[in-house]
Each structure stands twice: as C-alpha cells, then as structure tokens.
C-alpha cells in the first residue's frame, strides 16, 4: 500500500521560492509517475508537473513553466517541487500523487494514490 506524505509548505511573499516535499512509503513501480497537483478554493484540481520514476522525464503546466522544478531521490522515495518566483496565483493546496504513466498526464483520473496536501501561501 503506498501512502504519500507532502509537507514544505507555508507563507511567501510574490517572487520567493519554496521547496516542497513528498514522502512515499511502500512499493512505487518503475512504471509510476509522481505528480504535483494544485486546488484553490473555488477552483478544480489542477496538474503542476509530473516526473517519470524510470526514467526522469518531466510534464509542466504552461502556467509554472521555467518557474517550478520537479525532481526526485528514487532512493530516498522522495519528490520535490521547487517552486521559485512565485505569484499569488499559485496560492493553492497542493497535492503530491501517484500512478501509472501513460494516459494524458495531467488527468487527475490517473493518478490511484494521493497525499493530503500541503497550503500554499503567496501574498
């Protein structure tokens, strides 16, 4: 049973960074991918970038593009998201997720394991 822990996040101000955290336990195939998603209130869930476990390959949102890094410690069963010059807009929960690649990457459908999510502040 994988089970999938965020934290790292908090409160910046427009234009600093944060870096978050996901922490997996149990058995994350080769043939997963991890997720960042995003939910503001009002607003449906939304994907923020996707890491391949194999191989490493990324996925962005237009909107966090040459802003947010995604990476991973497959050793460490660890994801992060490095979030730089952030904007109000990305005031959000945000949710770290699992499940097989393939599909159309950013569909909330593809993903079976989900954390429960980190706030986002930016002011």
């Known amino acids: 049973h994988v089970q999938l822990v965020e934290s790292g996040g908090g409160s910046v101000q427009a234009g600093g960074s944060l870096r978050l955290s996901c922490a997996a336990t149990?058995?994350?195939?080769?043939?997963?991918?991890m997720g960042w998603f995003r939910q503001a209130p009002g607003k449906e869930r939304e994907a923020v970038a996707r890491?391949?476990?194999?191989?490493?390959?990324?996925y962005y949102a237009d909107s966090v593009k040459g802003r947010f890094t995604i990476s991973q410690d497959n050793a460490k069963n660890m994801v992060y998201l490095q979030m730089n010059n952030v904007k109000p807009e990305d005031t959000a929960m945000y949710f770290c997720?699992?499940?097989?690649?393939?599909?159309?990457?950013?569909?909330?459908?593809?993903?079976?394991?989900w954390g429960q999510g980190t706030q986002v502040t930016v002011s």
């Open positions: 890491i391949a476990t194999g191989s490493g390959n990324t």
């Open positions: 997720a699992a499940g097989p690649c393939g599909g159309t990457w950013a569909e909330v459908g593809q993903y079976n394991y």
């Open positions: 149990g058995y994350i195939s080769s043939m997963y991918c």
